[in-house]
């Protein structure tokens, strides 16, 4: 630098970092690998949630009303037969919609290959419309019910003036609590695009005077709506094109941990002593204990570690010798 002022040229640029450390370890490059090990990296990204919706004064009230439970409880260890019953009493609760919308969403494992579907019945014209969308190649299960949920309520949203004009009161039913206990937070308490424009539908479709529930039914309860809400599900996940849905952060999230997660339980496997022992899980718990002792070279036993307790009993000795 000094030998190029003193020539009076301009003093050369820093070297890069890449060029100079290239394995640098940083935030920025272990994440970037992490996406591309997750198959992150040739995916859309959806964009943040930067907002909190509609504001206060323009909120929809009781328009929107939200079932997360049933009056005669169920566990998903029921026969079929008695938590169908469960959700038939419970709908019956609800007054006679004018629309009745069944949507479920699909995911390979929970993390991949997401597809939503939903079936809009409409009972004033006595004709049902079926929709699939994509969810993404990866996603979470949540993701894949409130893309299922959107795309239905975009359905009614667009339908023709003659056709909207018949429906005043309608019910969606889902077996996603956990997306309808997302969505049930309010308009303003929404991190995801796609949970935003979920509520955005809500209101534009309540400002025109319709009243909308939002009820949880149990899941493979022999529901007719449901089941075909769930085979258009896995149709959407196996036919539409997934390359062009965007992931959103939580699903990101999601495949990120299971990756790092499998890269540890594969790590695990190259412990030299994982295979057992012949006859390891046929002792009883102290035999358990000294063959793990004898193998890792700790079992007092054999006194190996006499030296180390007796050098750490003349170190405690000092010590308190020191304190006196």
Not at 166 to 187: A, E, F, M
Request: charge should be negative.
């Amino acid at each position: 630098m000094r030998a190029a002022e003193e020539t009076g040229l301009a003093p050369p640029l820093p070297p890069d970092e890449d060029a100079v450390l290239p394995f640098k370890p940083c935030f920025r490059r272990i994440g970037k690998w992490a996406c591309d090990e997750a198959g992150l990296s040739d995916l859309p990204a959806e964009p943040l949630a930067l907002y909190r919706g509609s504001p206060p004064w323009r909120s929809c009230g009781d328009a929107v009303r939200f079932v997360l439970d049933l009056p005669q409880p169920t566990r998903r260890t029921d026969p079929p037969d008695k938590r169908r019953e469960a959700a038939v009493a419970a709908l019956a609760l609800i007054p006679d919609p004018d629309c009745t919308i069944w949507s479920d969403g699909s995911a390979k494992d929970g993390t991949t290959q997401g597809g939503g579907g939903a079936i809009l019945e409409l009972h004033r014209e006595g004709r049902t419309i079926e929709c699939m969308a994509p969810a993404g190649r990866v996603c979470s299960s949540t993701r894949a019910e409130l893309v299922a949920m959107t795309e239905a309520l975009a359905r009614v949203q667009e339908l023709t003036p003659a056709s909207s004009s018949l429906i005043k009161n309608i019910l969606l039913c889902s077996d996603s609590r956990s997306g309808l206990q997302l969505l049930s937070r309010g308009p303003h308490d929404q991190q995801t695009a796609i949970a935003q424009r979920a509520w955005s539908l809500l209101d534009a479709l309540t400002s025109e005077g319709k009243q909308i529930t939002l009820h949880w039914v149990p899941g493979h309860a022999d529901l007719a709506g449901n089941e075909a809400a769930d085979r258009l599900a896995n149709q959407a996940a196996a036919d539409c094109d997934q390359e062009g849905a965007p992931i959103d952060l939580p699903s990101a999230r999601t495949a990120i941990r299971r990756w790092t997660a499998e890269l540890a339980s594969e790590r695990s496997r190259r412990h030299p002593h994982l295979p057992p022992t012949p006859g390891h899980d046929e002792l009883d718990r102290w035999g358990q204990a000294t063959l793990s002792q004898l193998r890792t070279g700790y079992c007092p036993l054999v006194r190996v570690t006499a030296h180390a307790e007796a050098y750490g009993n003349h170190l405690r000795s000092q010590h308190f010798r020191f304190l006196l």
